[in-house]
């Protein structure tokens, strides 16, 4: 995987595999790398699906790997409520 590769797709894919991953879900190998792809080249800018997080955090538990929903969710910088209104 490279930087190229967005998350939070890139770290569910690296823990389980990519070929893993597409055979849960039931879509080829391609459609799990593109999920780690911007949406400007044809990706969903590191998103996985919905319709997947359960069958993805179901096959990581039966493989002794603990994925979680949050896991799925993409980074958030939560503004300072300390600040002042602008």
């Given at each position: 995987m490279t930087k190229r590769h967005l998350e939070p797709a890139r770290s569910i894919i690296t823990k389980i595999g990519a070929d893993d991953v597409a055979q849960v879900c039931g879509v080829h190998v391609s459609r799990a790398y593109r999920w780690m792809y911007a949406k400007?080249?044809?990706?969903?800018?590191?998103?996985?699906?919905?319709?997947?997080?359960?069958?993805?955090?179901?096959?990581?538990?039966?493989?002794?790997?603990?994925?979680?929903?949050?896991?799925?969710?993409?980074?958030?910088?939560?503004?300072?409520?300390?600040?002042?209104?602008?």
């Open positions: 400007e080249k044809g990706g969903t800018g590191g998103l996985i699906p919905i319709e997947h997080i359960r069958p993805i955090i179901a096959a990581a538990a039966s493989r002794g790997i603990h994925l979680s929903a949050d896991d799925f969710l993409p980074a958030y910088d939560a503004p300072n409520k300390m600040e002042e209104p602008v």
